[in-house]
């Protein structure tokens, strides 16, 4: 958790006291090569940061490294882990749906408008900051979420519809994890349903409630994106070396539903900040949360495109019936190895996205400023109760992505935040006294609100409108093929035996 101080200067001191040590590489850091790292990772940030000094010190170690490693170029790390790992497997079934063109069109779109929304979260969150700053309020063991800067600047109202979508959109984000892993793990060891795997899983993320909050994903941040960038060049390179499958075609787009849906599951893939304000309140200075999330933006497409091009490519329409898109390719040592990581990659992802909700559920029942790791740790065990079960009863991995980002994603973080905006900025004093102005490339207030407005008509008639009911209708057609609780959603059926046949008499020769 986040103490409240500055930069006295005792970290430098501290951090050679400290040294190297399993704890502090895997839990907060403080090395020389975890510094090096940063600085190599993003080198104008990490000037900015050395030279305005720390805002926060953390409890254990409060060396100066361990803070700065904590807060600046790891986020880029983090925010692009949160953009890829959902979708990275479904998104090859989405190019099916839409066609290539359409396909690649709707990533570039999707993610400007992605990058454009997570920065006025980045305004609002520091507007928010700032003007309780002047009321001399104190952050020290609080972490700020995305309803708490809605209220404050918007009033209730605008707290509990930011409060019911982002807890609703984490919740089945937590979900689809639990799913990946049971359909990824599926394709190394069938021996066991995916049902079966889902309980399992479900166990072993149950264990990210030790983790007390974001600043102890470190070690784990850097190995999460090395981990989707070995998956996502996989897929590219195993595509082209498998080349197309005989007869392949490639006839989408072919229907309105399929189309949509298609489009939702891309329009969640960019959707990917709804921890924005709990990663920016873990910066030194959160204004250049805004470059570090166009640069994620710019990575993962890097990502996306060639993989999900590839396959398409490759399968064409088999990718209709396949959501997953590890079930197309053949079985090998490669291809273990990227189901294996994705595995470990989901679980932190499955951590990044409950975290938020543990945050929630203990400031409901007054346990947020506790200090002590197994007491928050056991009341944050209900949050994952409902997590479990409800990826027991949707086991529906690629039509699930599409439902939340219709439903759930396009208020979360395209709609909300683009009114949010709006209303913040709407009289001549508060853009006057605004703690961040316009951006250079676009310095006008009217030009701002005439983005945002296109923001929210695109996403509610797009998004929600038609995005809403092609996947729900695509999600109901799920349920009637396969039912709730499914035991094993798009498993291969097992071959019949051929059917037993008693061996005629023998013919004897005299």
């Known amino acids: 958790m986040e103490q409240g101080g500055g930069g006295d200067g005792k970290g430098e001191d501290e951090e050679a006291a400290h040294g190297l040590s399993m704890t502090s590489l895997l839990w907060h850091g403080g090395s020389a090569w975890d510094a090096w790292f940063s600085c190599a990772s993003n080198q104008v940030l990490t000037h900015r940061l050395l030279r305005y000094g ?59 408008l992605g990058s454009w929304t997570a920065y006025l979260i980045s305004v609002l969150y520091i507007e928010y900051r700032a003007r309780k700053e002047k009321e001399n ?23 509990a519809a930011g409060l019911a979508f982002n807890c609703t959109f984490l919740l089945f984000g937590s979900v689809i994890q639990l799913i990946a892993c049971a359909s990824n793990i599926y394709y190394i060891n069938d021996r ?8 399992i899983f479900g166990a072993c993320c149950a264990t990210s409630v030790f983790i007390p909050s974001f600043h102890n994903y470190r070690i784990w941040s850097f190995l999460g994106l090395g981990m989707t960038t070995y ?25 309105l539903v399929l189309y949509f849906t298609g489009a939702t599951n891309i329009l969640y893939t960019f959707g990917g900040h709804a921890v924005t304000v709990e990663i920016m309140h873990a910066m030194w200075k959160p204004q250049k949360f805004k ?18 091009a590839a396959m398409y490519w490759s399968f064409g329409d088999q990718l209709l019936t396949h959501s997953n898109a590890f079930s197309l390719l053949p079985h090998s040592g490669w291809r273990d190895a990227a189901v294996i990581l994705m595995l470990i990659h989901q679980f932190i992802t499955f951590g990044f996205a409950s ?48 439902a939340v980002g219709a439903l759930l994603v396009s208020f979360t973080v395209y709609i909300i935040p683009a009114m949010a ?90």
């Open 54 to 112: 720390s805002r926060f010190d953390l409890v254990v170690p409060e060396g100066v490294w361990a803070v700065f490693s904590s807060r600046s170029p790891a986020l880029l790390i983090r925010v692009a882990m949160l953009q890829v790992a959902q979708v990275l497997l479904t998104l090859p079934y989405s190019f099916s749906q839409l066609g290539m063109l359409s396909g690649v069109i709707l990533q570039l779109f999707y993610g400007l």
């Open 192 to 199: 066991l349903d995916k049902r079966t795997w889902t309980y």
């Open 291 to 308: 470059y570090i999330y166009l640069m994620a933006t710019v990575y993962v497409f890097t990502l996306t495109l060639p993989s999900a």
């Open 355 to 402: 975290t938020p909700l543990y945050f929630v559920w203990e400031k409901v029942i007054g346990m947020h400023d506790t200090k002590s790791i197994c007491l928050r740790a056991l009341v944050r065990l209900p949050v994952v109760i409902p997590i479990w079960f409800l990826a027991i009863v949707f086991p529906f991995f690629g039509p699930i992505n599409s």
């Open 137 to 159: 309020v104190s952050f020290k063991n609080h972490v700020i979420q995305w309803f708490e800067v809605l209220d404050g600047l918007l009033g209730p109202y605008w707290k």
């Open 421 to 510: 905006h709006m209303l913040t900025y709407r009289t001549p004093s508060a853009r006057k006294n605004a703690a961040e102005k316009p951006p250079f490339f676009l310095p006008s207030w009217t030009a701002m609100y005439a983005v945002n407005a296109f923001v929210v008509a695109w996403v509610l008639v797009v998004g929600f409108g038609l995005g809403g009911w092609a996947s729900m209708t695509n999600f109901v057609k799920q349920v009637d093929t396969f039912g709730l609780f499914a035991k094993c959603y798009q498993c291969p059926k097992p071959q019949q035996p051929p059917p037993f046949s008693a061996p005629g008499p023998q013919m004897q020769h005299h």
């Open 231 to 255: 998956t996502a060049w996989y897929l590219t390179i195993a595509a082209f070396v498998h080349g197309q499958v005989e007869g392949v075609t490639h006839s989408g787009p072919t229907k």
